[in-house]
């Protein structure tokens, strides 16, 4: 049973589970389940499988793997979209080098290339110029907008605006206290038709390589073109209907165990005739039947983590997103397969943009204090009070009379009429407003002071909105913060005590 997967809050905190003393055992169970001769898919044992699908892939990795170089070795596996992602997600990939280090495992990391682009653009934090101002949030796109074509079949489509991006970063980080890292690394020149899958790898790959982390990668594309994914996919749609039941009990049972209302993100239920992948057509991912050509099928999010879990690898490692759904893969493995699901790790971490205390106090006035900002509800809260119980809030030099009528308010508050008597609550609440409008004039710089105050308050906390945010990309960041937060994993020891 997973814990609560959230996301740290601490800047530069991280998050792994299961804890590191488990992780032997937790190998052990893995590596016994692909001895599980009971089990077949199309005829081969799942061992017989798996010796299939490495021989097909050491040469379709990048760099290639030797077949002896995995025939018989520990993998272990990772995954995630092409995209510039946060620190967070990039920390899976180092985390994984680590990994394999300790264990002495092949680290394969997959690049879901299959999938549909997010976005096109970085989002990148602006800091306002003047008090009539409030931090937002800029677009930068480096391409034209596609969220229709998978990243296989998807060439940049405008150079100018791929190259163009340090520029515009530069402008709008005018004014930060450090360098992003893209004004370093981003290509400088572009040729027309390059696929986009390919320049954001090789962004992310080139400084992988420089920090220490040598994994070896495989496109999901790559992966489904082989004859053991055919094989595994020609099982399920050979036994569609006895899979759809379990497919479809699998995600309604995970729906209503976490009160999720359907559609759960991307995953719907399996219509009639149609099975667990895409097709490619043209330049389209659509829906695929049991008609679909099996050369043309690329897996859906949890046919990959279930083909990767009893195939691939022998230890698949997850951000939040992956492990919260991936719980569905672990019913599908028991009830449609009948095995003890493999475990799989969960990691991630939270790292903000380094803004200095100046930069994000500019924003915030003299709000900021020992590092807090007061929420703006806090004063909204206060001033309501001040408004309507001015007699709570009469300034120290308040003169005599301001004491008595606050007394007299007072003293009317306990005379209350009952509430039959409409006729005297009417007099009694007229008395009562009067004496507040009085009361208000002896609080009005505090009321103006408060309303200053909460205006200030709610400009400080949009920023704070727009600065403290852990999605942002892990390009807007300075090497001399983000290489030490991704290689802390690197040398293996935080993994296991």
Same mark, same amino acid.
């Given at each position: ?7 740290p ?6 998050? $792994?589970?299961?804890p ?11 590596l016994?389940?692909?001895?599980q ?6 005829g ?10 490495r021989?097909? $892939? ?9 077949v002896?170089?995995i025939?018989?070795?520990l ?11 946060? !620190? ?18 092949v ?7 299959h ?9 990148v934090?602006?800091?306002? @110029? ?10 930068? !796109? ?11 079949l ?11 991006? !340090? ?10 206290n ?5 004004l370093?690394?981003?290509?400088q ?5 390059t &696929? ?17 982390c ?21 099982h399920l ?10 497919? %479809? ?17 991307? $995953?719907?239920?399996?219509?009639a005739?149609e ?16 008609h ?7 897996? /859906?999010?949890? #046919?990959?983590?279930?083909?990767? @879990? ?31 699901p493999?475990?799989?790790?969960v990691?991630?971490g ?6 200095s ?5 500019y924003?915030?006035?003299k709000? /900021? ?5 007061? %929420? ?7 001033? /309501? ?10 300034p120290a030099?308040a003169p005599?009379?301001? @004491? ?8 009317y508050? @306990? ?14 609440? &007229?008395?009562?407003? #009067?004496?507040?409008? #009085? ?5 009005s ?9 909460? /205006?200030?308050? &709610?400009?400080?906390?949009?920023c ?13 960041f300075p ?7 991704? #290689? ?10």
């Open positions: 049973m997973l814990p609560l997967l959230r996301a809050q601490v800047d530069g905190g991280y998050f $792994i589970y299961p590191f003393q488990d992780i032997p055992r937790i190998l052990q169970h893995n016994s389940i692909v001895q001769k009971q089990v077949t898919i199309d081969l044992s799942l061992l017989d499988l798996q010796q299939l699908l021989r097909e $892939i050491a040469s379709k990795t990048e760099p290639p793997l030797a002896s170089q025939a018989d070795s993998i272990a596996v990772s995954g995630h979209q092409p995209e510039l992602d946060h !620190p967070g997600v990039w920390l899976k990939h180092f985390f994984l080098q680590g990994f394999a280090r300790k264990f002495g495992a680290p394969l990391h997959l690049i879901a290339d999938d549909l682009p997010k976005r096109n653009y970085l989002s934090p602006w800091i306002p @110029r003047s008090e009539e101002e409030s931090a937002t949030r800029v677009l930068i !796109p480096y391409d034209r907008a596609d969220l229709m074509t998978p990243y296989e998807r060439p940049l489509y405008d150079v100018s605006l791929f190259t163009a991006v !340090p520029q515009r970063l530069r402008e709008l980080s005018e004014g930060w450090f360098e992003p890292l893209a370093r690394v981003w290509p020149s572009v040729q027309g038709g &696929q986009l899958v390919g320049l954001l790898t090789h962004l992310r790959r080139h400084l992988e390589r420089l920090w220490g040598q994994n070896y990668e495989l496109p999901v594309s790559k992966l489904a073109q082989t004859e053991a994914f055919r094989r595994f996919a020609r749609i050979a036994d569609l209907s006895r899979f759809r039941k379990v497919y %479809n009990s699998a995600l309604q049972r995970f729906r209503d165990e976490k009160a999720v209302q359907q559609p759960v993100r991307s $995953i719907p239920e399996l219509e005739d099975v667990p992948f895409w097709e490619v057509r043209g330049k389209q991912r659509l829906r695929a039947t049991r679909s050509p099996l050369e043309k099928l690329r897996p /859906r999010a949890l #046919t990959l983590t279930l083909f990767c @879990r009893l195939v691939l690898g022998h230890c698949f490692i997850h951000g939040l997103g992956g492990a919260l759904y991936d719980q569905i893969t672990d019913a599908l493995i028991a009830d449609y397969f009948g095995l003890a493999p475990h799989y790790l990691v991630t939270t790292l903000y943009l380094p803004l205390p100046d930069v994000q106090a924003c915030c006035g709000q /900021r204090t020992n590092g807090e900002n007061p %929420n703006p509800a806090v004063f909204w809260h206060l001033w /309501r009070d001040v408004y309507w119980n001015p007699q709570r809030h009469l030099g005599a009379e301001a @004491r008595q009528l606050a007394e007299r308010k007072l003293e508050i @306990r005379q209350e009429p009952p509430l039959k008597e409409h006729a005297a609550r009417r007099r009694w609440f &007229q008395t009562l407003r #009067t004496l507040t409008e #009085t009361l208000r004039g002896y609080v710089e505090s009321l103006q002071e408060l309303q200053e105050q909460y /205006r200030m308050s &709610q400009r400080c906390h949009r704070q909105q727009v600065f403290r945010r852990r999605d942002y990309s892990w390009v807007l090497e001399e913060v983000l290489r030490p937060f991704l #290689t802390q994993f690197l040398d293996g020891k935080p993994i296991i005590t």
